[in-house]
Antibody, heavy 122, light 109 residues
Framework: QITLKESGPTLVKPTQTLTLTCTFS??????????VGWVRQSPGKALEWLAL???????SYRPSLKSRLSITADNSKKQVILTMTHMDPVDTGTYYC??????????????WGQGTLVTVSS | DIQMTQSPSSLSASVGDRVTITCQAS??????LNWYQQKPGKAPKLLIY???ILDTGVPSRFSGSGSGSDFTFTISGLQPEDTATYYC???????????FGPGTKVHVK
């Protein structure tokens, strides 16, 4: 059974660094074609991809946020960690981690965590 | 960067209706397109990948088509549980960029 679950603070202050952990089970990041990504959703807004770790040590980031983001994976612990620096109230939203799989030809997020709401406020 | 647009932004239809959503990419993306359903307060769910292939367990009333830059998502025989926001999504084949469309909110009367 494949599961993912996000954990981390629900409230951060402006300028602080956010650290979120995705704990997953039922798959291995060393398997070809698999990765874990982070997607966020501001209240009432669309989904926004943030970062992806692929096969443990290959990372990619949303270009506009690349300077603020870091994603790392520990396959033995079954965890993926996202850090985002210089948090701002506009970063308030629900943060999802999701398994990425190259299902056919198109990389897709086929399993998702329940999401964690992060509020940025002083 | 590839941009994705969707239309309409929202629609309301009755049970049993056929509804169609379009997604347009700013350039040719062959068939590198997925569709997701997100119900209120829930995580998204993958429905269709490679533009037209239903993911496992997805009801056959959902379908997708298209290639190049123009894509269509259809629900044939709308059900009350189909009330949700639907997103198209593209990723380049080197995993360097995932782009979601702005979403289409579907309300079943």
């Amino acid at each position: 059974q494949i599961t993912l679950k996000e954990s981390g603070p629900t409230l951060v202050k402006p300028t602080q660094t956010l650290t979120l952990t995705c704990t997953f089970s039922g798959f291995s990041l060393i398997t070809s074609g698999l990765g874990v990504g982070w997607v966020r959703q501001s209240p009432g807004k669309a989904l926004e991809w943030l970062a992806l770790v692929y096969r443990v040590d290959d990372q990619s980031y949303r270009p506009s946020l690349k300077s603020r983001l870091s994603i790392t994976a520990d396959n033995s612990k079954k965890q993926v960690i996202l850090t985002m620096t210089h948090m701002d109230p506009v970063d308030t939203g629900t943060y999802y981690c999701a398994r990425m799989m190259v299902v056919g030809a198109t990389p897709a997020f086929d399993y998702w965590g329940q999401g964690t709401l992060v509020t940025v406020s002083s | 960067d590839i941009q994705m647009t969707q239309s309409p932004s929202s629609l309301s239809a009755s049970v049993g209706d056929r509804v169609t959503i379009t997604c347009q990419a700013s350039q040719d993306i062959t068939n590198y397109l997925n569709w997701y359903q997100q119900k209120p307060g829930k995580a998204p769910k993958l429905l269709i990948y490679d533009a037209s292939i239903l993911d496992t367990g997805v009801p056959s009333r959902f379908s997708g088509s298209g290639s190049g830059s123009d894509f269509t998502f259809t629900i044939s025989g709308l059900q009350p549980e189909d009330t949700a926001t639907y997103y198209c999504q593209h990723c380049d084949h080197v995993l360097r960029g995932f782009t979601f469309g702005p979403g289409t909110k579907v309300h079943v009367k």
